[in-house]
């Protein structure tokens, strides 16, 4: 029976129960418990015991060095589950410690498992949402890297802060301008569109693409800035058509 087959108050006990075997794993020097949970097939159960480790890094500073050596052994695991929700245990804990656990991500990033580099960036993404600045720092280091695997899934990771904060990631999307790389530059239309219809987004990206230099890739980003206004029209400031018009106002395309 998975999570959200149980009643509220099935969950609620069985939420108890996971944080308890979890805490009684880190403080008698045990994984059996931790394991069990972070290899369970119910991603919601996973999900649980990852948020249990970032809960008691935080309430229990005695813990700390503990819960890193934890993580540090369990990354080396067999078992794919169980190195996917390490990585994300250790988001949790990136989200206002990135410094402790920079070095999970630099080994998840080349997983042999996907859903192993898929948690890295899913990390990415909630780490650049509290604590962008050592996370985006991080991010940049990758993007000339000679995979276009790594390339492209940097690309992705930070586009959860370039909703909000397009001017943090524009200078960061600009280094991929170039890139040679088919997937990699539609990933990079797909979060320049994705970074331009929330409230003042548009103008912060239209006036960094000015100061880009590749015009096919650039009108290919408009026009995919200007489908993203019509597919989240229910949520876009913009209609499509104000943003065609801004657009056009303010995009100063060079000879």
Known sequence: ????????????????????????????????????????????????GYLAIGKFFYSKPELQKTILLTLKDLLK?????????TVNAAGEIGKFHFDKVQTFFDTGLF???????NAVIGS????????????????????????????????????????????????????????????????????IGQIAYKNGCLKTVVTHLNSWKNKPL???????????????KKFAILTQQEAIDYIDAHYKAKN
């Open 124 to 191: 990415v993404k909630k780490m650049g949402e509290k604590n962008p600045i050592p996370v985006l720092a991080w991010a940049k280091t990758y993007l000339k890297h000679s995979d276009k695997e790594i390339r492209r899934e940097i690309c992705h990771g930070i586009e959860l802060r370039g909703r909000t904060h397009p001017q943090d990631i524009l200078p960061l999307l600009k280094e991929l301008e170039f890139d040679e790389t088919r997937r990699v530059s539609d990933t990079l239309i797909h979060v």
């Open 218 to 232: 650039i009108k290919k980003a408009l026009d995919e800035i200007v489908d993203v206004h019509d597919r989240y």
């Open 1 to 48: 029976m998975g999570f959200y087959d149980l009643s509220k108050e099935e969950r609620n006990q069985l939420v108890e129960k996971i944080n308890r075997e979890i805490i009684h794993d880190l403080t008698s020097n045990n994984t059996e418990n931790i394991i069990k949970y972070f290899s369970d097939e119910d991603t919601y159960i996973r999900k649980t």
């Open 111 to 117: 997983d042999k498992h996907h859903s192993v580099r």
């Open 77 to 85: 695991s067999d078992f794919e589950k169980v190195r996917q929700t």
